[in-house]
């Protein structure tokens, strides 16, 4: 039996336009403008992160990165995995910030 696991960065698809949120993320950010920030970051087309998939499930990867931004979560997570989760926050909260 294999198993890889998919890793996706930001994909150039809907999917931030078209989520649902939750009622105390509704009244704080403006979706619109949050799906508009998601497309400029999503650098990675479906069909690339496709390819990639297939090429890595082939190749019989444990772990399959899907974009530059997803590889660079991959370096941060290994090199400070005691810090990431806070990093990590810092950078979303800073994002909504924006958006506010």
Known sequence: MRLSVVHPGGIATNIARNARTGVNLRG???VAELGDRFAKL???SPEAAARRIIRGIEGNEPRILIGPDARMLD????????R???AL????????????
């Not at 370096?75 to 005691?82: F, I, K, S, T, Y």
């Not at 926050?89 to 506010?100: E, N, T």
């Open 84 to 86: 990431y989760w806070t």
């Open 89 to 100: 926050a810092r950078i979303f909260k800073g994002m909504s910030d924006d958006l506010v």
């Open 75 to 82: 370096v941060v997570q290994r090199l400070m995995p005691a």
């Open 28 to 30: 704080a950010v403006n």
């Open 42 to 44: 999503a650098r990675t």
